[in-house]
Structures are given as structure tokens and as C-alpha cells.
């Protein structure tokens, strides 16, 4: 074998070996989606921005803050009980960890009923995803599109959640693991403080 | 890394700071929601804010703070990037609000 062969497979070794970013992989993995999610959430708050601005009939049919108010609050709490799940794992208090998974998971349900309450109420308002009673048929179109996509996030992110949880209290999962579905749940509560102040906020009837 | 119970007790006070820092960061956003100024003023002030909220959660809440630099560096620059080219439609979106060419 010539000195060119062994350094060869001395180089293909190490790219192998060596994890990239010093992270694990599913968590590298978990990060590559995060970031390609973003673009889905940014093209979408873009498009939503897009319209808004070019049409001049852009509703605002938000009487109340109230509804949206709590959502968040329950969102951003879901968030440090992640948290509080992630730092009970990696202490190795497992039925700690499980515990604050578990309640993220429900905090998530209660946002999510929120969520299809506010929803069911508009609709019974007239609203639909091409009509409304107050001004350009867009606006159902943009707001069912942007909520219901990051809705569709918060579903994934409870059933995820139980799923890791379980597995982790059964032994089957680690800390790392339900670091990795944190790291999601972060995520999609970081979308939703781009989604209230340009979907709700900004659409308030004033 | 399997971390001490008392590492574990300052991690959730560092915790809690941050998580009432978002919650005051919201709060903020919606007390702009009732100020008497316009619509893009709100809008900047609103994005400004979510922003700050966003990258607060980001470095903290999903510790990419405490990642390795150079991870820290590739995620912001390419989300940034990406971010900043989705931006070529806007210029087209306020045209149509002036009527200029083809909209009538």
C-alpha cells in the first residue's frame, strides 16, 4: 500500500469519525430542520406581509386581545417547562423529566383548543378561507395559512413530545433525546412571537 | 453531560430570568398594539421587538449560546442570508399600493 493510500484513509477516517460542530448528530439533524422550517414560516409571514401591504380592504377584525393573550402565555410557559423537562434529564431525574414533558405536551393541547375555539368562532362570523364579512376575501386565505401551518407545528410537537416522554420514562430514549424534541418545541414557540404581532396585533380593529 | 442538582437549580433560576424577560418582551408587543401611531410604525416597532424576543429564545432557550462557536456562527449567517433574499418581493408589493404601471 503507498503512502498515498494510507493518508487517504487516514483523512476519510477522521471525516468520518469526527462529529461536525461537535454536536451530536441528531441534534445537528434536529438544527438542519429547525433552520429549513424557518424559511417555510419566513416565506409564508412574507407572503402574508406581501398581500397585507398591497391590498387596501385588509381587514381587522380583532376586537379582543384576550384569546391570543393567554395562548401566548401558555406557549411561552410551555417553554420553561421544556426547559425545567431538559435539566431534569440531564440531572438524571427521570420522573422529573417525564413529568415537565408531560405538561409541555398538555400546555400544548390547551393552546391548540384555544386555538380551534378562536378559529370556530371566526368562521361562525362568516369567515372563510376566500370571504369575509369585512373586507378582501384574502385575509381568510393568509390567516387560516400562517395559523393553521404553525397549529399543524404545535399537533406534531404534542405528539412528539408524548411519544419521546414515554420512551424515555420506558428507557428506550435518553436526555439527549428529549433535548432534541425541546429544541423543536422552542422552535415553534419562537415562530408564534412572529405570527402574533403581524396575524393579530397588527390586525386590530382600533 | 449528566449535570449536579446544584447545577441544576442555577440553570432554572438563569431560567426564569430569561422567561420573564420573553413574557415582558410579549407584553411589550401587545401595549405597541394600542399606541396611536401608523401601521408601519407599528410594524417596526413590533418586528423590532420580536426579534430581540426571538434571538433571546434562541440563544438561551435553545442554548445555541452555548454551542460551539463556529455552529453558532453557521446557523445565523445562513439564516440571515436566507431571510434577507426572501425580501426582493417587497419593493413589487409597494408599487401595487401606489397604482404604478400595470395596476389600475
Known amino acids: 500500500m503507498s503512502q498515498a493510500d494510507l493518508t487517504m484513509q487516514g483523512h476519510s477516517a477522521g471525516m468520518l469519525t469526527d462529529r461536525p460542530f461537535a454536536i451530536p448528530t441528531k441534534k445537528l439533524a434536529m438544527w438542519l430542520f429547525i433552520i429549513a422550517d424557518t424559511m417555510t414560516f419566513a416565506a409564508c409571514l412574507v407572503a402574508y406581509g406581501f398581500l397585507r401591504n398591497a391590498t387596501p380592504d385588509w381587514p381587522r377584525p380583532f376586537h379582543s ?13 410551555s417553554s420553561l417547562t421544556m ?34 375555539r378562536e378559529w370556530l368562532g371566526l ?13 378582501t376575501g384574502l385575509f381568510g386565505a393568509a390567516f387560516f395559512s400562517v395559523t393553521g401551518l404553525h397549529i399543524t407545528h404545535v399537533i ?12 424515555y420514562k420506558g428507557g428506550r430514549y435518553n436526555a439527549d433525546d428529549i433535548e432534541i424534541v425541546g429544541l423543536y418545541w422552542h ?6 412571537m412572529f405570527v402574533v404581532p403581524f396575524v393579530y396585533l397588527l390586525n386590530l380593529a382600533h | 453531560m449528566a449535570m449536579t442538582v446544584e447545577q441544576k437549580h442555577e440553570g432554572i433560576g438563569k431560567y ?34 420580536a426579534l430581540v424576543e426571538a434571538g433571546v429564545a434562541v440563544m438561551f432557550f435553545m442554548h445555541l449560546w452555548s454551542e460551539k462557536r463556529g455552529f ?23 408599487r401595487l399600493t401606489q397604482c404604478a404601471g400595470y395596476c389600475s
Open chain 1, 83 to 116: 426547559l425545567l423537562g431538559v435539566q431534569s434529564a440531564k440531572a438524571g431525574d427521570k420522573a422529573g423529566a417525564f413529568r415537565w414533558t408531560m405538561i409541555t405536551a398538555l400546555a400544548g393541547i390547551a393552546f391548540a383548543v384555544l386555538h380551534i
Open chain 1, 187 to 192: 422552535f415553534v414557540d419562537l415562530v408564534w
Open chain 2, 16 to 49: 426564569l430570568v430569561v422567561y420573564l424577560c420573553i413574557l415582558a418582551l410579549a407584553g411589550l408587543q401587545f401595549a405597541i398594539a394600542y399606541q396611536n401611531i401608523t401601521a408601519a410604525q407599528m410594524f417596526r416597532r413590533m418586528l423590532s421587538v
Open chain 1, 123 to 135: 368562521i361562525g362570523e362568516g369567515m372563510t378561507l376566500f370571504k369575509n364579512p369585512w373586507g
Open chain 1, 65 to 77: 386581545i384576550l384569546n391570543v393573550a393567554m395562548m401566548t402565555f401558555i406557549l411561552l410557559t
Open chain 1, 156 to 167: 406534531a410537537g404534542v405528539i412528539a413530545l408524548t411519544i419521546v416522554g414515554l420512551r
Open chain 2, 72 to 94: 453558532l456562527l453557521f446557523v445565523v449567517f445562513f439564516t440571515i442570508f436566507v431571510l434577507l433574499a426572501m425580501q426582493f418581493g417587497w419593493t413589487d408589493s409597494f
